[in-house]
């Protein structure tokens, strides 16, 4: 069964440095999706992406953070000079979209910020 | 704003329905999801409502009143499986809006 993967499955970086996180949706999917979760909270909405372009952001989604679909597979999220608080499982998902809203979720990346 | 409401916690027991409530007050709406998540791992989608009424899937059903601004996930046949949590969310345009999810005890 097709799945969405994650890599790294854990990173850990130091306050002020840039990561990025990468996704590999499945294959026939359109539309892309980045959420965060802080240990103990709730699932927040990031970002999504349609068609090679953001379609809708959260207000979390700052200027600290970008996305990109660099090939036909990955879907990438950067963050740039990380913060204490930035520490959290960061999921992807994917949709096909048109006709079926059912998300399927990698299993997340934890970042912790030190 | 957004603003989604959950029971923290609740516990059912194994082969019993359990209802999860779900409130919603969101500036615009174009559906509500459930999704399932257990300790540790990654929501997995469970149903979403668009119109009013039920969606039945499996032991699993969904609610929605529009007007309302209510949702509900009926469980049936518990199992002890079920033990998570059950995440509501609503959609609006690409963007969805979680609430902070009802943690679901499954006793024998």
């Known amino acids: 069964e097709p799945e969405v993967t994650q890599t790294p499955s854990h990173q850990v970086t130091q306050m002020g440095q840039e990561v990025i996180l990468r996704c590999v949706p499945i294959?026939?999917?359109?539309?892309f999706y980045w959420y965060r979760q802080i240990l103990g909270q709730k699932v927040e909405f990031l970002v999504s992406f349609y068609n090679n372009e953001i379609s809708e952001k959260s207000e979390i989604f700052d200027d600290q953070f970008s996305v990109e679909r660099p090939d036909g597979s990955n879907f990438t999220l950067k963050i740039r000079s990380t913060k204490l608080e930035d520490s959290a499982m960061y999921f992807c998902?994917?949709?096909?979209?048109?006709?079926?809203?059912?998300?399927?979720f990698g299993p997340g990346t934890r970042l912790t910020v030190t | 704003g957004q603003n989604i409401d959950q029971p923290t916690e609740m516990t059912a027991t194994e082969g019993a329905i359990v209802q999860i409530n779900c409130t919603y007050q969101?500036?615009?709406?174009?559906?509500l999801f459930w999704y399932q998540q257990h300790a540790g791992e990654a929501p997995t989608f469970l149903s979403y409502?668009?119109?009013?009424g039920l969606e039945e899937k499996g032991r699993f059903s969904s609610f929605l009143s529009r007007s309302k601004g209510y949702s509900y996930l009926l469980l049936k046949e518990l199992q002890m499986k079920d033990s998570a949590s059950y995440l509501c969310?609503?959609?609006?345009?690409?963007?969805?809006?979680f609430g902070s999810g009802t943690k679901l005890n499954v006793k024998p």
């Open positions: 409502n668009v119109l009013d």
């Open positions: 294959s026939n999917h359109l539309y």
């Open positions: 998902a994917s949709s096909v979209g048109t006709g079926s809203y059912e998300q399927y």
């Open positions: 969101t500036s615009g709406f174009n559906g």
């Open positions: 969310a609503s959609y609006n345009f690409n963007k969805f809006y």
